[in-house]
């Protein structure tokens, strides 16, 4: 069966290796080895700040959809009453409910919709996201509003059951010890992030050594991490400039691109 053309954890890992000269006896490292009891702290840490500076760049690979359905009415009259959802359960005021959860590899949510529960195949309306504290409102038919606070999704309650479609931003999992699954045996899935990877791998290295150049490779770490995830935008930007280039010129769209000073 076909697979998905990812690195290795492995490559990235002698990668970094070589970066910090610790490649000379062995690719597989003298110090920073498969199996010295750092490297998949050092690994996991380097992962998690690649993803986290990723997240803060756009990257599409790491932003995630899903739909809660079917979440119970409200038990709250109170106009300044709200209920809220997040990875243990939800309470729609009268106590946890563990049958609804955020996704588990939920980071934090970028934007949410929703829809009466069984108004299939009924829109999915918007849902405004309020910063600074939701509203006090009467209770309808559906939430209308949402605020992230607490590391939960608060909301007013609706009377009735809802769908909730929710974007997010996502993580991926943290990789195996090399005794578990070898290093050669899991991919690093996402695409083409040996070079900003490897750089974490160093800083996260060289800082526990308190070496001087643990900043430099911060720096090439995040070099390395705008250039690759440049490349989702770079298409979009391409696509925009070629529908500009398709339309009929007039004297406010000269055919050179230049405009045109001085004409009314």
């Not at 110090?31 to 690649?50: E, Q």
């Not at 209770?139 to 997010?168: H, Q």
């Amino acid at each position: 069966m076909p697979a998905a053309p990812y690195d290795t954890l492995e490559a990235v890992a002698n990668t970094a290796r070589v970066r910090i000269n610790d490649a000379i006896q062995s690719i597989g490292g003298d110090v920073f080895t498969d199996t010295a009891a750092f490297s998949i702290t050092a690994i996991n840490s380097a992962w998690r700040r690649l993803q986290e500076f990723a997240v803060d760049l756009g990257e599409v690979r790491l932003v995630q959809e899903g739909i809660i359905a079917t979440l119970p009415a409200t038990t709250l009259s109170d106009l300044g009453g709200q209920v809220w959802i997040d990875w243990t359960g939800y309470n729609p005021g009268s106590g946890l409910n563990a049958g609804f959860v955020l996704p588990m590899d939920l980071i934090s949510p970028l934007k949410l919709w929703e829809r009466v529960s069984g108004s299939i195949p009924g829109v999915y309306q918007d849902m405004s996201k309020i910063e600074g504290g939701l509203p006090t409102v009467p209770k309808s038919a559906l939430n209308k509003f949402w605020e992230w606070r607490y590391e939960k999704v608060w909301m007013p309650g609706a009377t009735g059951s809802t769908d909730l479609r929710i974007r997010y931003a996502a993580y991926l999992a943290d990789f195996v010890p090399a005794v578990t699954t070898g290093f050669n045996l899991q991919s690093v899935p996402m695409m083409r992030v040996l070079s900003p990877f490897a750089w974490y791998m160093c800083s996260e290295i060289a800082k526990a050594r308190g070496d001087l150049d643990a900043g430099y490779f911060d720096q090439k770490a995040m070099e390395a991490t705008v250039y690759a995830f440049n490349r989702n935008f770079a298409q979009g930007k391409a696509q925009g400039s070629q529908a500009e280039s398709g339309k009929m010129t007039d004297k406010y769209t000269p055919a050179s691109g230049i405009p045109l000073r001085g004409v009314k």
